[in-house]
């Protein structure tokens, strides 16, 4: 797949990386900073090409004519829009995808059409990564929480620990914990190396673990896999930017929010879009005021400003003056690594958060959903199996008649509103949504020549 | 430094590059030349130290670093240079010394094409067709091959790609994935190698010869099959015919995929370096056609414009065919095509010298100090096209260029104390430097004259010339090998 990038900042920089690194794609990468194109073309095997984004005659130099996909990624989202359209009336570009940041035009009605700003597909970092945040609150002590088809189905993922009540048994065993709903371990990663569990699998303290369940069943397997944690009430929000504002307008109804920001103009400004939640206007590095702020009875602190040492700072000092847990923001993988291990409970990665989406596009069949893992090792994968059982390799075949790729697991199948949990003797479907877990993500192509249909059927 | 990537590499690259000696194999059964061991032992000498080199290493799975690229590329080369000598040294029918089969193999691979063989014409044809291979090998350069066949190399690829090609800016890629380009580049080498053969098979030379000589026009090498080289055919046809690929082949291969990609000839002439290099190719010729004329060298003046144009595109172009011997040509005219040999081809393209590009942005360099002390206060980008060049490539170009001339002085001096006259001395390292191959004097028609000691500085100016100097020197710099 021939993909245009347009802007090489972290976000289409991470892009970059993880659509390269596919052996099937071919990337260019289009930004005005020559320094930063040469800093990245020395570590990605792609093109790069210096000019201005939405340029016509720049966007052929980069080879606009042929891309099967343009990317728009940069800051200003009308960069990206007016992008998306000389692709669109310049080159036919059949794919078309922008990141667009300001609700204000996420909101509009009727603007993304084709005879308007022909974009396919908008991207919206900061709401991607508020909602990811959002879902961790709301579930305490998971790690991750994914969704598929539209929410109904939650890939979640946890540490065990010493309070689960599956803890140290078979999994086998789980069934008779809880009678009378489903779930499915779809993975355990135990000291990071990846291990497909069946049932004679025994859960240790300190796996991390992954599994699935409809969403009403998700606090009750939680409860069995480490000690269960109160709902969240209290939370602390250090940075008053896009995200932090977003999370605070999400969270000011239901929790107890603070918002601290340090420059009294945005904070002015903060606080009248809020209605509940409290603004302090301060350094959330700040001893004094988190003190003063009983730091000590918070439930979560999330760090989301743009400095991303800054945030790893702050959260370190409000875990060690109380706070019950706590969260940064990190784009950086080696930094994200070095605090994980340490006192700051999550790391939250936008790079991985929203490469997932981009993903979704980039893949052949009919992929809707795509999540990426563990900084990128691991995939989650929602694929509708289409065609009938003749031209499919998957349609009207038991999970354990299907030639999987090591490493991959069917988890779950969404059958219009019914979810299944996935057994080896479960078959499949026309127009069923699958959802696989891939430890492996090199598995890539031979998972995705398995859900596209014969030619018969084309 | 990473050793063990920097061994698999260089281990899986001579295994490959070992496969090479089995065409000539095929050549000498085909023709009963009864020369075809020495091929045989020289494929198992390298496969062996290539499967010795790799074999305790193959798992290392780390990625290339930009020095370890450096060092890949160098040590390739040089490794190379002193492998392919194999079979030559090999062989009982030549009984080359040591220096002489790596004199002769280093001057093919880096497209010299000086020789210390003499009676070519009697030779085995295996050895020949070696020879004219080396060349063809060396002239899109080995590793850019390597990097098109063996896509595991990945981003580290792209180290190795930058190190062999020559030219000011090397991260201009034709494709995103870098064994795209590198195939890209070897598939436009091939299609003009075909078209060369066909084209002097139709003016009248047999099919080996014709395979041969297009092998080393294509690379801009300069080895023949005879003692007379072009001369031998006497036919204007296959001069007209070397000129146009020899002329072909010397411009950027970017312009000719980008002409192959959209069916055009348009950009040929908006490019500020093509057309430079058209520039100095018709004033080298044009100035050394009237000097024949002048000076009456040929009663005839057909004659005349062939030879002086062939002599003229040949040598400036770095080829070093020749069809009658320029050196003893009266007045300027031998020294005249020397300096023009410095210039040599385009960046990009197989030919040798310090590249019409580098020349260029020196010219405008001055050109702009002029008009600088007019105008003082004025703000005078250099400018290639429409478009301003970045100060790190002037300074790169700068650099490029008094390192060229230190390198050629030390050369220089070292030639002559080896007993050489100044004449011959400053043509041998030329010849070597620009990779060209003849050169005046004692050197006019081949190194067999020369003691070892010039031979073996030969073989450095070559190996310097074709890596462009820097990727070598980086080498012997204590930074580099800093931790």
């Known amino acids: 797949m021939k993909i245009l990038i347009l802007g090489a900042g972290q976000v289409g920089s991470s892009a970059a990386y993880h659509l390269s690194r596919e052996e099937a794609n071919e990337v260019t990468v289009v930004d005005r900073r020559p320094e930063v194109l040469r800093e990245l073309q020395d570590r990605l095997d792609i093109r790069t090409v210096v000019g201005h984004a939405a340029y016509p005659d720049v966007l052929e130099r980069a080879g606009a004519k042929d891309a099967d996909i343009v990317v728009a990624l940069t800051d200003m989202d009308e960069t990206n829009m007016v992008a998306c359209q000389v692709a669109y009336t310049g080159f036919r570009t059949p794919t078309k995808i922008a990141r667009i940041r300001s609700a204000e035009y996420m909101n509009a009605n009727k603007l993304f059409t084709q005879d308007a700003i022909p974009i396919d597909v908008r991207i919206s970092p900061e709401q991607l990564v508020c909602s990811y945040v959002e879902q961790l609150i709301l579930y305490p002590g998971s790690s991750q929480v994914l969704e598929f088809a539209d929410g109904r189905v939650r890939l979640v993922g946890v540490k065990a620990d010493r309070d689960g009540l599956l803890v140290g048994q078979r999994l086998a065993t789980l069934k008779d914990h809880i009678p009378n709903t489903e779930a499915r371990i779809a993975a355990i990663y135990r000291q990071g190396k990846a291990m497909l569990p069946d049932g004679d699998t025994v859960i240790q303290e300190g796996d991390e673990v992954f599994f699935i369940a409809d969403r009403k069943d998700i606090r009750v397997f939680m409860s069995e896999m480490r000690r269960l944690e109160d709902p969240v009430r209290r939370v602390a929000i250090a940075g008053g930017g896009n995200i932090g504002v977003r999370l605070a307008l999400a969270l000011e109804q239901t929790n107890q929010v603070k918002i601290i920001e340090r420059d009294p103009g945005r904070a002015r400004d903060i606080s009248e879009q809020l209605n509940k939640a409290i603004v302090l206007v301060g350094d959330a590095a700040d001893e004094e005021l988190l003190l003063e702020e009983n730091i000590d009875s918070v439930d979560v602190f999330c760090a989301l400003t743009n400095s991303e040492e800054a945030n790893i700072l702050s959260s370190m000092l409000s875990k060690r003056l109380g706070a019950h847990k706590v969260m940064a923001l990190i784009n950086r993988a080696s930094y994200v690594d070095l605090v994980e291990s340490g006192s700051i409970d999550i790391a939250i990665s936008p790079q991985q958060v929203t490469i997932g989406s981009l993903l979704a596009h980039v893949r052949r069949g009919d992929v809707v959903k795509v999540h990426s893992l563990r900084r990128g090792a691991a995939e989650a994968m929602e694929a509708i199996a289409h065609g009938n059982e003749e031209n499919s390799n998957v349609v009207g075949r038991a999970i354990e008649d299907i030639e999987l790729p090591k490493g991959t697991a069917i988890i779950a199948i969404v059958r219009g509103d019914q979810v299944i949990i996935a057994h080896h003797d479960t078959v499949i479907e026309a127009d069923d949504h699958v959802i696989l877990f891939m430890t492996d993500r090199r598995k890539i192509e031979r998972l995705e020549t398995l859900f596209q249909v014969g030619v018969s059927f084309v | ?483």
Request: contains cysteine; proline residues 4%.
């Open chain 2, 1 to 483: 430094m990473n050793w063990t990537v920097v061994q698999r590499i260089l281990g899986l690259l001579l295994m490959v590059f070992s496969l090479t000696m089995l065409p000539p194999v095929a050549f000498s059964l085909y023709y009963d030349d009864h020369s075809w061991l020495p091929f045989v032992e020289g494929f198992g000498l390298t496969l062996a130290a290539g499967f010795i080199c790799w074999l305790p290493v193959h798992r290392s799975k780390k990625d290339l670093r930009l020095r370890d690229g450096f060092l890949v590329v160098a040590a390739f080369w040089t490794v190379l240079g002193t492998f392919g000598a194999a079979p030559l040294y090999f062989s009982d029918g030549l009984s080359l010394s040591i220096t002489d089969a790596i004199f002769e193999s280093m001057s093919g691979l880096t497209t010299t094409g000086a020789t210390v063989l003499t009676g070519l014409d009697e030779l085995p044809v295996s050895i020949l067709y070696y020879r004219q291979q080396l060349q063809w090998l060396g002239g899109m350069g080995i590793i850019v091959l390597a990097v098109a066949v063996l896509p595991m190399l990945g981003v580290g690829g792209m180290q190795l790609y930058r190190a062999e090609t020559p030219g000011p800016v090397k991260d201009t890629k034709l494709t995103p994935r870098i064994t795209e380009t590198a195939k890209a580049l070897w598939y436009v080498y091939l299609a003009f190698t075909i078209t060369c053969m066909l084209g002097y098979r139709l003016a009248g030379m047999g099919w080996f010869d014709a395979l041969c000589h297009a092998f080393s026009t294509v690379a801009i090498g300069g080895f023949s099959t005879h003692e007379l080289s072009i001369g031998y055919f006497n036919s204007p046809a296959i001069d007209l015919i070397a000129v146009f690929f020899m002329f072909v082949a010397g411009i950027n291969f970017s312009l000719h995929f980008f002409a192959w990609r959209y069916v055009s000839v348009k950009h040929y002439f908006q490019d500020p370096e093509f057309r430079a290099y058209g520039f100095v190719l018709i004033v080298v010729s044009t100035i050394v056609i009237a000097s024949l004329y002048i000076y009456q060298v040929f009663a005839d003046p057909g004659l005349t414009f062939i030879n002086g144009l062939f002599q003229a595109v040949s040598i400036a172009t770095t080829t070093g065919f020749t069809t009658v011997d320029f050196s003893v040509w009266p007045a300027a005219i031998p020294a005249l095509l020397i300096f023009a040999s410095f210039i040599g081809g385009s960046a990009g393209s197989t030919a040798g010298g310090i590249k019409v590009i580098r020349c260029l942005l020196v010219y405008k360099q001055g050109v702009r100090e002029i008009v600088r002390l007019v105008h003082p206060s004025a703000e005078i980008p250099v400018k290639l096209g429409n478009k301003a060049v970045g100060s790190r490539v002037v300074d790169a170009v700068w650099g490029f260029f008094s390192v060229y001339i230190i390198v050629f002085g030390v050369m220089l001096l070292a030639m002559m104390s080896t007993g050489l006259d100044q004449v011959t001395a400053f043509s041998a390292v030329a010849a070597s430097l620009n990779n060209l191959g003849p050169g005046l004097g004692d050197v006019s028609s081949g190194f067999h004259t020369v003691s070892d000691t010039a031979k073996w500085i030969a073989v450095a100016g070559m190996l310097l010339g074709r890596l462009e100097i820097f990727t070598l020197l980086v080498l012997i710099t204590p930074t580099f090998w800093r931790h």
